[in-house]
């Protein structure tokens, strides 16, 4: 097993680095740099250079900047994300999306505006 972010089309919670179970509440800012899957309740910031999954049964109010962020569950709040966001069919987000790639899937609620920014050709 290699200490890799899982990659964002193929998440196995096996894969995942940490989990935040579904009987778990958290209020403040979690930081990290690989992947975490919340399927719990979290109040406040997220802030992480790798790949956030939120769970189906996760409730997430919080501002959150990821690299990658996978949603199954429900948030509220605004998310940035240097890569891509991808709302699966049983999410749902209340809040703004600013990231380069968004796939937002049949069936899934988004209420906010998206901001799509393509990389610079100098970069």
Same mark, same amino acid.
């Given at each position: 097993?290699?200490?890799?972010?899982? *990659?964002?089309?193929? %998440?196995?919670?096996?894969?995942? !680095?940490?989990? @935040?179970?579904?009987?778990? /509440? #958290?209020? &403040?800012?979690?930081?990290?740099?690989?992947?975490?899957?919340?399927?719990?309740?979290?109040?406040?910031?997220?802030?992480?250079?790798?790949?956030?999954?939120?769970? *189906?049964?996760?409730? %997430?109010?919080?501002?959150?900047? !990821?690299?990658? @962020?996978?949603?199954?569950? /429900? #948030?509220? &709040?605004?998310?940035?994300?240097?890569?891509?966001?991808?709302?699966?069919?049983?999410?749902?987000?209340?809040?703004?999306?600013?990231?380069?790639?968004?796939?937002?899937?049949?069936?899934? %609620?988004?209420?906010?505006?998206?901001?799509?920014?393509?990389?610079?050709?100098?970069?």
């Amino acid at each position: 097993m290699t200490n890799a972010t899982p *990659s964002v089309s193929e %998440v196995v919670e096996k894969d995942v !680095t940490t989990i @935040l179970a579904d009987d778990l /509440e #958290i209020e &403040g800012t979690i930081k990290f740099k690989s992947s975490l899957m919340i399927k719990g309740v979290l109040k406040g910031e997220i802030i992480s250079e790798g790949l956030l999954i939120v769970g *189906s049964t996760a409730k %997430v109010t919080a501002t959150i900047t !990821t690299k990658n @962020l996978i949603s199954y569950g /429900e #948030i509220q &709040g605004d998310v940035t994300a240097s890569e891509q966001v991808i709302l699966k069919s049983t999410a749902v987000h209340n809040g703004n999306v600013t990231t380069r790639n968004v796939t937002i899937e049949n069936g899934s %609620v988004f209420n906010g505006s998206c901001i799509m920014k393509r990389e610079s050709a100098d970069s």
